[in-house]
């Protein structure tokens, strides 16, 4: 993460003395947001999802996280599923790396059994929803690369609107558009280019609050395939941070005793 | 096991009355089963038909800031025939308590140890539950003191196992037996202690890089009985009585997770009745991500079956290569299918197995679970008993 502010700077610098490229801008676009979302610590969540088929029909899905912040790499996350009622008690850990391949353990409840697994499944669905792996796994600069496109306006807001190619192995996107508000930055809407480089989904995200005076987090996400006619709205219950979570509540003791 | 219980519901007792702040909550499940054998029994007392329910309530508790965790999980089944079947036990009565590099767990709990899907051998502090599946993963509560220690270097679990639970096994009504039932009534232990005999175990476990390594030791009274020759039980029917000798087992269990590949290897030596022998199992699970455009998964997995005792083994799968077969659907439903075949490398002997699951609604989960044994001419098999035990299974689960 140093090396990218320290870039940042650079790019800063050589911006206002030279004209920016496209990449550039894009670059420094997210270096900046990634800025402004540091020293969160931890969090604690509560969620809710709601997946809808072509029909209509709809299920639930209820969700707590934990999520510790870590510097000069990927987060660690913990989730713990409520519902279904057949998976409860089921848990996941996650350690995100911006690179390499994350680490992942699942807890099965009715076993007891912790199993490592493969994180290379990076475009497959989460919980049978409309949101793949890649899509709520921590946001790190290092995992795309950036290209600034125009200046607009998003329901009255003004955005910088820019395209980021994942860098990591095993997306299911060639490219993202993201519209990125200007005073927040964080992404008002998102659309997703499938391997075919067709448009598969579309995700906004709604009633933004900030916390601890600094950190903008989303209270609803709603992401739709057009492909499928499927859909998922992602509700955010509660944000909870300052937790005092320390590395020992992401480890294989924490995750066989998550509830 | 009664004074641990009783220790660890004094623990969580004092505790909760000085807390005033209660996170208590109910879930569980009520499972319907009804299970069809294709071929007529071996024995004149077994059926081809069999209904069951079961009941597994749990009870959890948190409280001192998450610091401190009791759950209680009883389990009660009603089986339609088999009177042995027709059980109780108490899976998980226990108390846990966090500190900062270490965790303390007292009460009955169930453990797991292993990475490998066909067989667990590297997993021994709790009793098989037998009469629940004959593929040994229910398990019944083990009593125990448990003291994790939790440091850079990994995990060091220190185990204290107060009581010996005894394998439950079909009785004379049940299918899936020996040819002769097992008599429970009259067990034989090695220790003059009998199931009072005090058990300790030791498992280092960590995590470097793309390895998850387990290393581990048991000294105590071995969960998997030999039987005696034939005698009679108390209904004047010809059995077998299970016989428990005293065991040391030395393990370890490995797995490599690279990419879409999982790697795995668990290797046992275990000391038991004067001899001592080695066993393994060994391969990988292979996942295809996204298959035919769809969200589905193909997960292959492949294992080497082995134990150096050979046709000695009182396992059936002592050469024996395991092909497995899993599709996910990834859907609202988690709808998977699971196909597996064990195949005995000096003979014909396959079992075959199916196992398929899907979500009804928000609360009910249908599981159907199919076995064949096909080829099995070996009359010194233990499968050699099961080889007219073809069935097909229903189950019904409805989640709260």
Redesign the interface.
């Known amino acids: 993460m140093k090396g990218i502010i320290l870039l940042s700077g650079i790019l800063a610098f050589s911006g206002a003395a030279f004209a920016q490229t496209p990449e550039e801008k894009g670059l420094a676009i997210a270096v900046e947001a990634d800025r402004r979302d540091q020293g969160w610590g931890d969090q604690a969540t509560t969620s809710k999802m709601i ?1 809808r ?1 072509s029909q209509g029909a709809e ?2 899905r209820e969700i707590r996280g934990k999520a510790l912040e870590v510097e000069a790499d990927g987060d660690k996350s913990l989730t713990i599923f409520d ?6 008690g089921t848990a996941f850990l996650s350690f995100t790396h911006t690179l390499k ?1 994350d ?1 992942q353990w699942l807890y099965l409840p009715a ?8 994180s ?2 990076k ?3 989460f919980m ?1 929803s409309e949101f793949a792996y890649e899509d709520i796994s921590s946001q790190e600069v290092a995992k795309y690369k950036y290209k600034f496109i125009k200046d607009d306006k998003f329901n009255g807001r003004d955005v910088f609107v820019m395209e980021r190619y994942p860098q990591y ?2 997306s ?1 996107y060639t490219r993202q558009v993201a519209w990125i508000d200007k005073e927040m930055y964080q992404p008002l809407k998102i659309e997703f280019y499938d391997r075919k480089k067709s448009l598969l989904k579309t995700l906004t995200q709604h009633e933004y609050k900030q916390h601890l005076n600094k950190f903008w987090r989303p209270g609803r996400l709603e992401m739709v395939n057009h492909q499928t006619g499927k859909s998922t709205t992602l509700i955010w219950k509660s944000y909870k941070f300052k937790n005092g979570f320390s590395k ?1 509540d992401f ?3 924490s995750l066989k ?1 998550a ?1 | 096991m009664k004074k641990v219980i009783s220790l660890a519901l004094l623990i969580c007792s004092s505790s909760l009355w000085v807390n005033s702040v209660w996170s208590n909550e109910w ?1 569980g ?1 009520i499972n319907f089963e009804a299970k069809h054998f294709s071929n007529d029994a071996l024995s004149s007392s077994q059926f081809n038909d069999y209904a069951s329910v079961s009941i597994q309530p749990e009870w ?1 508790h ?1 409280w001192d800031g998450g610091k401190q ?1 009791f759950t209680f999980v009883p389990f009660a089944r009603w089986d339609q025939r088999d009177d042995e079947r027709t059980h109780s036990d108490i899976r998980e009565l226990s108390w ?1 308590k ?1 500190f ?2 270490s ?1 303390l767990r007292v009460g009955v709990r ?3 140890w292993g ?1 490998s899907e066909s067989q667990h051998l590297v997993d021994v502090i709790n009793q098989t539950d037998l009469v629940e599946n004959m593929d040994g ?1 229910d398990k019944l509560g083990q009593p125990m003191i448990n003291y ?1 220690l ?1 440091q850079d270097w990994g ?1 060091l679990d220190l185990f204290v196992l107060p009581y010996f639970r005894e394998r439950t096994f079909p009785g004379i009504d049940g299918r899936l037996r020996t040819t002769l039932h097992v008599d429970t009534d009259n067990p034989v232990y090695e220790s003059s202690d009998k199931e009072n005999h005090i058990d300790y175990a030791v498992r280092w ?1 960590h ?1 470097i890089g793309d390895w ?1 390594i387990g290393l581990s030791y048991f000294d105590g009274t071995s969960r998997d009985p030999s039987f005696t020759w034939p005698a009679l039980d108390a209904d004047g029917n010809l059995s077998l009585r299970p016989i428990y000798y005293l065991m040391q087992q030395t393990a370890i269990d490995l ?1 490599a ?1 690279k ?4 790697w795995k290897v668990e290797a046992i030596n275990r000391r038991v009745n004067n001899e001592s022998y080695n066993a393994a199992t060994a391969g990988f699970e292979y ?1 295809l ?2 298959v035919f455009e769809t ?1 589905s ?1 193909i997960g292959i997995v492949m294992e080497y079956l082995y134990d150096d005792r050979k046709a000695l083994a009182s396992t059936p799968f002592e050469d024996d290569l395991m092909l497995g077969l899993r599709w996910t659907k ?5 709808t998977s299918v699971l196909l597996g075949v064990i195949a005995d490398l000096d003979d014909s002997s396959r079992l075959y197995s199916l196992e398929a699951s899907r ?1 009804l609604g ?2 009910w ?1 249908l599981n159907i679970e199919a076995r064949v044994f096909n080829g099995i001419t070996d009359t010194t098999s233990p499968l050699y008993s099961f080889r007219q035990d073809d069935f097909i299974q229903l189950e019904l ?1 409805y ?2």
Do not use: C, M
């Not at chain 1, 519902?83 to 409860?88: A, N, Q, S, Y």
């Not at chain 1, 076993?111 to 490592?116: A, F």
């Not at chain 2, 990419?259 to 999982?262: F, I, N, P, Q, T």
């Open positions: 997946l088929n299920s639930t519902t279904p009622r057949d998976v409860k391949p680490e076993l007891k059994r912790v199993k490592r697994i493969s290379s499944n475009s497959g669905p049978g192995k095993k299911g020992r480890d294989r003791n005793r509830r | 879930s499940n959890f948190e965790l846990l966090v900062k590099s965790e169930k453990v797991f990475v993963e994790a939790i995990t476990s995590s998850d797995q997770t990419e879409a590949w999982l996942t991500n996204g969200a998964d990834n859907d609202v439903h988690d979500r928000e609360s989960k689960g989640y709260f």
